[in-house]
């Protein structure tokens, strides 16, 4: 069971696709327009997003929604326009999956309960403007891939999921290339300072990744960032 958004301007298809739903078990909140929809998208689980609305093109909409707060909220575009090239479009764009009209409230029901299955599994770290897949290993600043060798990734991630705790290179050596790499503290800085290029971090005041003298490092508290 999950809060499913539905943003869609015709009542009847509106009408038909909440009882679907509450049928199944889900709660529905129901938007006829972009508008009137951004609000609820806090507390929605999954998006059933119409491609034509009245106010904004539905992709338009999706596009601001993956910019803005909700870049891993899963999206289900539904739409009359079954073009490939459309489908393809949506896709590129940021939807999860794609629905032509008309369809079946079975395979609507199936589709989301996949997205939410998938959604579930997926890790995602998000500090500010960094984002981290855990599962997938990629990372993402302010919207645009992070070019990460696989060490990158994995010190980065090892200090974003423990904000404001101190590691000495020695600790990060072990905890991230393992207790059997022959490595030196060395290592580290080196990917720190790599690390740091890619995060165009500013080096006397880094928004990420921060230095404590005579000790090790650290990933910034949220607190201080935000501020
Ligand atoms: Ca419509």
Redesign the pocket.
């Known amino acids: 069971m999950a809060t499913v958004l539905l943003v ?3 009542p009847a298809v509106r009408l038909g696709v909440r009882l679907a739903l509450e049928r199944a078990g889900h709660k529905v909140l129901e938007a006829p327009s972009a508008t009137e929809a951004w609000p609820l998208l806090k507390e929605a689980e999954i998006v059933l997003l ?4 009245p106010d904004e093109p539905g992709l338009r909409f999706l596009e601001r929604l993956r910019q803005g707060a909700y870049p891993d909220l899963p999206v289900l575009m539904l739409t009359a326009r079954a073009e490939v090239r459309d489908r393809v479009e949506g896709l590129s764009r940021g939807a999860d999956d794609y629905l032509a009209k008309p369809f079946a409230t079975e395979e609507l029901l199936a589709r989301l309960e996949a997205l939410l299955r998938r959604a579930g599994k997926r890790k995602v770290l998000k500090r500010g403007p960094l984002l981290l897949d855990l599962e997938r290993m990629e990372a993402n600043l302010e919207g645009k891939p992070l070019p990460l060798t696989r060490r990158e990734f994995e010190l980065l991630a090892f200090l974003a999921q423990r904000p404001g705790r101190v590691y000495t290179r020695e600790e990060l050596l072990e905890a991230v290339w393992g207790p059997d790499y022959l490595g030196t503290p060395r290592t580290v800085d080196q990917h720190v300072l790599q690390l740091r290029e890619k995060l165009g971090e500013d080096p006397k005041a880094p928004r990420f990744l921060e230095t404590v003298r005579g000790l090790g490092y650290r990933f910034r508290p949220e607190d201080r960032r935000e501020g």
């Open positions: 869609e301007d015709e119409d491609w034509m609305l």
